[in-house]
C-alpha cells in the first residue's frame, strides 16, 4: 500500500529539520578544535539559563493569571489587551531591544532609579528575555463546573483551570524557556554584558570563525533537548484506596420548583424567557442555538447576577453566588477531571458525603470502577461518574444539560430510566435541557418549548403536547402529521377531496389552516366511517410499528402503532382519528413560514 503524499511531505520536512543537526554532530565528532575550552563559555551557558529560567517563572506568575483573565472574559478591553501581548511576536527582537531602552535605558526615569544597573547586566537579560517570551505562554478558557460543587473562585483557579489547562502550560513554559534562551537580537541591544550563550556565539564567530562557535552549538542543542525532555517528565500519582465503607441512603428531598424572568444577551444572541413552575419536574425543549443552555446556566448562577429573577421555591437568589446554592449540575461536555479517580470525582464537591457517595456508585453500577481514570472509562460510564458527582452533595435541585445526547440509544435509555426512577424515589427536583420531545415527556411533568431566545409554550406535558400552541411548537414536538387544508364548514377542514373533522370554531368558510394529529392518535380501520386512503409503507420497529398512508388528494399521514399491522404497501385501506385530537391553527396568523414550506413541491 503506498504512502499518503501528506506522510512523504512530513518525512521532507523532518528530515530538512534533522539533517543540519546530524550533520553538525557529526562534523563535531571529527574536529580537533571544538572549543570547549574558550575562555567565557561556561559563564554564557549559566548566564543563559539562570536568565531564561528566571524569566520563564516571572512569565509564569504573571502570564498564566493574565492570559485566565483574558481567556474568560471577552470585551473591548481584553482584545486590546491581547493585541499588546502579542505585539512582541511580530516586532524584530532587535527592535524589542531599542523600545525597552526607551522605558529601562540608563537615561529614562527607571534607569536612573536603578542607577544604570537593568542594562548590562542578568536583570537586563532577564527584562529582554521576558519581552520577547511573554506571548508564548498561553492558555485555554475553561468552564465553570466546580462553581456549581461548591468551590470558590480562588479553589476552582488552583484545584480545576490550572490542572486542567496542565498541558498547555506546560507547552507555554516550555516555548516560553526555549525562546528566552535562545534570545539575541533584544539582549544584544539591551545588555550587552554579561554574555549571554547566543551574544558569546555571535562574538566567538566575528572573531575566529565557525570552529569556536561548535561549542556553544553543542551546548544549545544539549540545553533544548534537556528543556524538552524535562517538560515531558510526569510525576506518577499515588491512586487513594477505593471506598469500603457502608453506604447510605440519601435523604427523600423537599421539591424545589424554579420561578425566573429571564433577560440574557451572550454575543448578538439575546435569550427572554419567563415562568413559574408548577412542578419540580421540568424541562426545556427546543432546537440547537434556541437559548437552552443559556436558560440552564442563568439558572444556575454561572452567568452571573444580572441575568434576571432566579427563585427557587420562591426565595430569590439572583445575588446568591453558585458555590451557595446547593445545586447539582450535569453539563454537556461531562466535566470530569482528569487526573482523578472515580472516587475522587464523586467527593470532589465541598459539602459530598462518602457514605452518600458510595450509595450512589452503588446505584449507577459504578462500585467497581471506583479506582478508575476518567480516560479509563467509556462514554456510559463517565456519564455516570458525572451524574454521581452531582447527586453526591444531595442537592436540592439538579440541572441537567442535554447529558444522554452523545451516548449511544441503549446507554441513553438505560440512564433516562435511571434518573427517571431516582425522581420518583428519592423525590429528586430536575430541570432538564433537551432538543428530544420523548426525552422531555419522560423525564418532566411541566414542558417550556422555546425557540430563537424566546418562551413559545408551557404547560404541563399532557397539555403541550395534545394542543400545541402553534405550528412551530408542533414540529418541534416531533409531530409529524402536520398538514395544510382549508375550512370548508363549521367543524370540518377540507384536505384536498377529503373532510375532516375538527374543531374550527372563530374560523369562517374558506379560511386556510394548518392541522396536526399525533402519529398514535391514527389508526387502521375496518370501520366504514373512516378516511379512505392507501398503505404507502409499513415498517415494523420491534417494539411499534409505523404506517404511511395517503389520504385522497395527496396528503400523507404517519400512524404509530403497538398492534400488528396486516396490511402491504399499494393496498387500499381506511383510518380514523381519535376524537378531539386535530389540532388546527389559521395559517395567516400563526403558519406562514410552515405553510410555504408544505405547499413547497
Known amino acids: 500500500m503506498g504512502r499518503s503524499p501528506l506522510t512523504w511531505l512530513g518525512g521532507l520536512l523532518a528530515a530538512y529539520l534533522a539533517v543540519p543537526i546530524v550533520a553538525f554532530f557529526v562534523r563535531l565528532s571529527g574536529s580537533h578544535h571544538r572549543g570547549f575550552g574558550t575562555p567565557g563559555l561556561w559563564s554564557a551557558l549559566r548566564t543563559s539559563v539562570e536568565s ?186 499515588r491512586r487513594p484506596r477505593p471506598w469500603s465503607g457502608a453506604p447510605r441512603h440519601p435523604e427523600r428531598s423537599e421539591p424545589t420548583t424554579v420561578d425566573f424572568d429571564l433577560d440574557v444577551t451572550v454575543g448578538t444572541f439575546r435569550l427572554q424567557v419567563a415562568h413559574r413552575a408548577t412542578s419540580h419536574r421540568l424541562a426545556i425543549l427546543g432546537p440547537s442555538g434556541s437559548g437552552k443552555s443559556i436558560t440552564l446556566k442563568s439558572l444556575a448562577g454561572l452567568l452571573g447576577p444580572d441575568t434576571g429573577l432566579v427563585a427557587y421555591n420562591e426565595e430569590e437568589v439572583n445575588t446568591v453566588p453558585t458555590e451557595e446554592r446547593h445545586i447539582g449540575y450535569v453539563p454537556q461536555s461531562l466535566g470530569l477531571l482528569p487526573g482523578l479517580t472515580v472516587w475522587q470525582q464523586v467527593l470532589f464537591a465541598t459539602d459530598a458525603d462518602e457514605q452518600v457517595a458510595a450509595w450512589w456508585l452503588g446505584t449507577l453500577h459504578l462500585s467497581e470502577l471506583q479506582d478508575r481514570l476518567p480516560n479509563e472509562l467509556s462514554g456510559g460510564q463517565r456519564q455516570r461518574v458525572s451524574l454521581a458527582q452531582a447527586l453526591s452533595r444531595e442537592p436540592r435541585l439538579l440541572l441537567l444539560d442535554e447529558p444522554f445526547s452523545a451516548l449511544d440509544a441503549p446507554v441513553r435509555e438505560e440512564l433516562r430510566q435511571e434518573v427517571r426512577r431516582l425522581q420518583h424515589e428519592i423525590g429528586l427536583s430536575t430541570v432538564l435541557v433537551t432538543h428530544d420531545p420523548e426525552e422531555a415527556s419522560l423525564l418532566a411533568d411541566e414542558i417550556l418549548v422555546v425557540a ?61 389552516v394548518l392541522w396536526c394529529i399525533r402519529p398514535e392518535h391514527v389508526a387502521l380501520t375496518d370501520s366504514p366511517g373512516g378516511y379512505p386512503a392507501r398503505v404507502m409503507d409499513v415498517a415494523d420497529l420491534g417494539a411499534v410499528t409505523t404506517v404511511t398512508v395517503k389520504l385522497g388528494g395527496g396528503t400523507e399521514l404517519r400512524i404509530r402503532t403497538i398492534e400488528t399491522v396486516d396490511a402491504d404497501p399499494g393496498t387500499d385501506c381506511r383510518v380514523r382519528f381519535q376524537p378531539g385530537a386535530v389540532t388546527v391553527w389559521p395559517a395567516a396568523v400563526d403558519g406562514r413560514a410552515e405553510l410555504a414550506r408544505l405547499s413547497t413541491p
Open 52 to 237: 531564561a529560567t528566571i524569566a520563564t517563572f516571572v512569565i509564569a506568575v504573571f502570564g498564566i493569571p493574565l492570559a485566565y483573565r483574558l481567556a474568560r472574559y471577552k470585551g473591548p478591553i481584553s482584545t486590546v489587551i491581547g493585541v499588546i501581548v502579542q505585539l512582541p511576536l511580530a516586532l524584530p527582537p532587535v527592535m524589542a531591544g531599542i523600545v525597552l531602552v526607551y522605558l529601562v535605558g540608563p537615561y529614562t526615569s527607571i534607569g536612573r532609579f536603578f542607577n544604570g544597573r537593568l542594562t548590562d547586566s542578568v536583570a537586563g537579560i532577564v527584562l529582554a528575555q521576558m519581552f520577547v517570551a511573554a506571548p508564548f505562554l498561553i492558555i485555554a478558557a475553561l468552564d465553570d463546573r466546580a462553581a456549581t460543587l461548591g468551590h470558590r473562585p480562588l479553589a476552582r483557579f488552583w484545584r480545576i483551570h490550572l490542572p486542567i489547562a496542565a498541558p498547555g502550560i506546560r507547552a507555554g513554559l516550555l516555548l516560553t524557556w526555549l525562546r528566552a534562551f535562545g534570545e539575541y537580537g533584544a539582549t544584544v541591544i539591551l545588555a550587552y554584558h554579561p554574555y549571554s550563550l547566543p551574544v558569546f556565539t555571535y562574538v566567538q564567530f566575528s572573531g575566529s570563525g565557525i570552529p569556536d562557535t561548535q561549542a556553544p552549538t553543542a551546548l544549545a542543542i544539549a540545553a533544548a533537548a534537556a528543556a524538552v525532555i524535562i517538560s515531558r517528565l510526569r510525576v506518577p500519582s
Open 452 to 512: 430563537d431566545g424566546e418562551l413559545l409554550q408551557a404547560g404541563h406535558r399532557r397539555d403541550v403536547y395534545r394542543r400545541p400552541a402553534s405550528p412551530q411548537v408542533a414540529r418541534l414536538l416531533g409531530i409529524q402529521n402536520l398538514v395544510t387544508g382549508t375550512v370548508s364548514s363549521s367543524g370540518t377542514i377540507a384536505t384536498g377531496p377529503v373532510s375532516i373533522a375538527a374543531d374550527t370554531e372563530g374560523l369562517p368558510a374558506g379560511t386556510d
